[in-house]
């Protein structure tokens, strides 16, 4: 199943719900971070929301996660837009914890203290910027509960990442379901009593479910409609033009000192790894064009 993500609407409004399947997008960009089992499933789990998350952006709108705590995966990021372009990055890709109760340790590995913060790029002067305290440091809940409290959207979220026994993504994926305002109050605990019961999302991957049939089961006798429904892929904007302005905004007096240490300077791409290698003659080239 290639992954990808539906957004659906509730005939009557009420609710609104965002699933997706994102086993392959996991796989890739987690082989590219060299992420350990619990930093997979942590980071996994970010990837995932993001773009459940990003189903809401248009056009040239961009929205990014990023999960700072005091763990020893220390930071996560994750970046979507609107054509389910998505990439990510992690500080320190080995958690090195043991499993804790038979599950990966991610609460652990994110750490207990932290924050949350998303910023969305919606083409107006200044980003939007929101952050909350981690709820759970367990990435579904957190998300839950910066939804439910900043953007005022009562939210449920799951998100899942299962790993075969080699380590690699065998099953990714998510949802989200979100109560609109004026809705009807009544499908609340009816949708509270089927969460109860629902399998994992990534069990149900596994048995061949996609996206849809994964909402149908969950709001079965609730009539819905797909607004849109996006293919997800890794994709890194990163490029030498930018390398070289972020360089250029350095400033004259680093610029020479870098000049001065060594005969090439190296940047790598936190998000795709892309090495780009720069001479001397080049960092003398944007001094002499500042």
Do not use: W
Request: a negative charge; hydrophobic letters at 40%.
């Amino acid at each position: 199943m290639k992954d990808h993500l539906v957004r659906i609407l509730t005939n009557d409004g009420s609710l609104r719900a965002m699933a997706a399947v994102t086993t392959d997008l996991v796989e890739k960009i987690c082989r590219r971070q060299g992420t350990d089992p619990t930093g997979t499933v942590a980071l996994g789990r970010l990837i995932t929301g993001a773009a459940l998350m990003g189903s809401l952006l248009k056009g040239d709108q961009r929205l990014a996660l990023m999960i700072e705590g005091n763990g020893p995966l220390s930071k996560l990021h994750a970046e979507t837009d609107a054509e389910g372009h998505v990439r990510a990055s992690i500080k320190v890709p080995v958690a090195g914890l043991p499993p804790k109760d038979n599950r990966f340790d991610v609460a652990g590995a994110i750490g207990r203290a932290g924050f949350l913060h998303v910023v969305k790029d919606l083409g107006l002067k200044e980003p939007y910027r929101g952050m909350v305290q981690l709820y759970s440091s367990e990435v579904a809940e957190d998300l839950a509960y910066y939804l439910t409290t900043s953007e005022q959207v009562p939210s449920t979220v799951a998100l899942g990442v299962n790993l075969g026994l080699e380590a690699e993504v065998s099953a990714a994926g998510g949802f989200i379901v979100q109560a609109m305002p004026g809705g009807d109050e009544s499908l609340i605990p009816l949708l509270e009593k089927r969460l109860a019961t629902l399998p994992p999302t990534t069990a149900l991957l596994k048995e061949g479910r996609g996206p849809v049939q994964i909402l149908e089961q969950l709001l079965e006798g609730i009539p819905f409609s797909i607004k849109n429904e996006t293919e997800l892929s890794f994709r890194c904007s990163c490029s030498l033009k930018q390398v070289l302005g972020m360089l250029q905004g350095l400033g004259e007096d680093e610029l020479q000192e870098m000049i001065a240490q060594q005969e090439a300077t190296t940047i790598t791409c936190e998000f795709c790894k892309q090495v780009y290698n720069l001479s001397k003659d080049d960092l003398k080239l944007l001094i002499s064009t500042k």
